[in-house]
């Protein structure tokens, strides 16, 4: 195996996701070659660190997405239960409404 | 109680019975997670949050619509990735629309000192590796955060931002590439700033 090879596939060396056949070949490639074990120690000190690197707790944005949800949910309606069944609804509501309105006349 | 239940349960009380409860336990399942992938995206913090946001309702308006093909959150994780990126593009065009000048790269927008961003990184053992992948393209940004932050399988991520397992270890190697590099930069800058520094201060002495 040359050095391309080598550093080519270090990441899943690093991260220990190469197969063991091709891992034992990157390894011994790496111990007799002190550029790629530079490469690898660089590599993995990054990894570790990357991995290490800290998370936030996220706000509790619930209230507002609650009310965005209210206010959007027809849109719920029309993908739950398809355009035509949208439209038939807000037909019927609207024949509702003007039966309404004429009878109070 | 509802901790009992897998993701794909809730989801699927949800869309049968449009129960709310259902539909907060996955909000607070994943807030963390969505807030944190989006925040390493965009770079910022209040671009995050609009993310978030963006994201949930989404997912409440989408639900009927899913077909259980994935785990929900890959379905989640993927909508947040694809919002994120959408809020990293449209800061960094307004940054450009604002102060072309003040634009270098897609460095995350300044902040002042008590932003919520600077005790995020000051929190972090390695503010230089964290400013380093701030650095880097959106993405970059989104395969290192799925891998290193999340803790995803390059299957996963595959999955997540639909290419194939290759795309994913082709990025993830290019932004190691791209962190070794900046990481380099900035020790051999620091490196001749202290050397400067100490010859300013055996000039003054002699």
Known sequence: MDCSTSQGLMLEFVEGTLPANLAAAVKQHIDGCPRCMQELERQSSRTRALQKLGRVAAPDQWDEIHRSIQRTGWMYFVKRYGIPAAIFGLTAALIFLAVMFALSL | ?206
Do not use: C
């Open chain 2, 1 to 206: 109680m509802a901790g009992e239940f897998s993701d794909e349960h809730l989801l699927d009380e949800f869309v049968r019975t449009g129960s709310r409860g259902a539909f907060a336990e996955l909000y607070y399942r994943y807030k963390d997670k969505a807030f944190n992938t989006a925040y390493r995206i965009v770079g910022d913090y209040e671009g995050a949050l609009d993310v978030v946001h963006d994201v949930f309702l989404k997912v409440y308006v989408e639900a009927p619509g899913f077909l259980f093909k994935s785990s929900f959150s890959s379905w989640l994780y993927r909508i947040v990735v694809n919002r994120s990126l959408d809020e990293a593009r449209r800061q960094k065009r307004r940054r450009r629309h604002i102060s072309p000048d003040a634009v270098t790269d897609d460095v995350p927008s300044k902040r002042s000192d008590d932003s919520p961003d600077s005790a995020v990184l000051g929190r972090e053992a390695d503010g230089e590796l964290a400013k380093a992948v701030s650095a880097l393209s959106p993405k970059l940004k989104a395969v290192v955060t799925l891998r290193y932050f999340e803790g995803l399988s390059y299957e996963q991520i595959a999955e997540i931002i639909n290419r194939p397992v290759g795309t994913v270890k082709s990025r993830l190697r290019r932004a190691h590439r791209k962190l070794g590099e900046t990481l380099e930069a900035k020790g051999r800058k620091r490196g001749a700033e202290q050397k400067h520094g100490l010859l300013d201060v055996t000039g003054a002495d002699a």
